[in-house]
């Protein structure tokens, strides 16, 4: 089981930068898939950015794409969201997630998908006021 612990969301002005942070426990952080997702109030939980278990390939929701930035430490076991230009509508409460049974690439639509990851965090809100 990997524990995941996110930081970094708070309450923010409509056009100002966060940048969240997840630290991930585990002896092979690097063979881990890693995805951010986001649920808004009365919302389902919606993919939002992934990267693969080696960084070399990352991929966005629309919503974001252009805007948020995902990353990887491997040597802090710890990956990032990178959110500039924040909009009301990126209020949520945001999620890191793992997928431990790596290192594995998938088929790109695949990392959008919630079942890929079997590891959640308890996440961190985001509100972006107008």
């Known amino acids: 089981q990997v524990q995941l612990v996110e930081s970094g969301g708070g309450l923010v002005q409509a056009g100002v930068s966060l940048r969240l942070s997840c630290a991930a426990s585990?002896?092979?952080?690097?063979?881990?898939?890693m995805g951010w997702f986001r649920q808004a109030p009365g919302k389902e939980r919606e993919f939002v950015a992934a990267i693969t278990y080696s960084g070399s390939a990352t991929y966005y929701a629309d919503s974001v794409k252009g805007r948020f930035t995902i990353s990887r430490d491997n040597a802090k076991n710890t990956v990032y969201l990178q959110m500039n230009n924040l909009k009301p509508e990126d209020t949520a409460v945001y999620y890191c997630a793992a997928d431990d049974r790596g290192p594995v690439y998938y088929s790109p639509s695949s990392y959008s998908k919630v079942t890929v990851y079997d590891n959640w965090g308890q996440g961190t809100q985001v509100t972006v006021s107008s």
């Open positions: 585990g002896r092979t952080f690097g063979s881990y898939t």
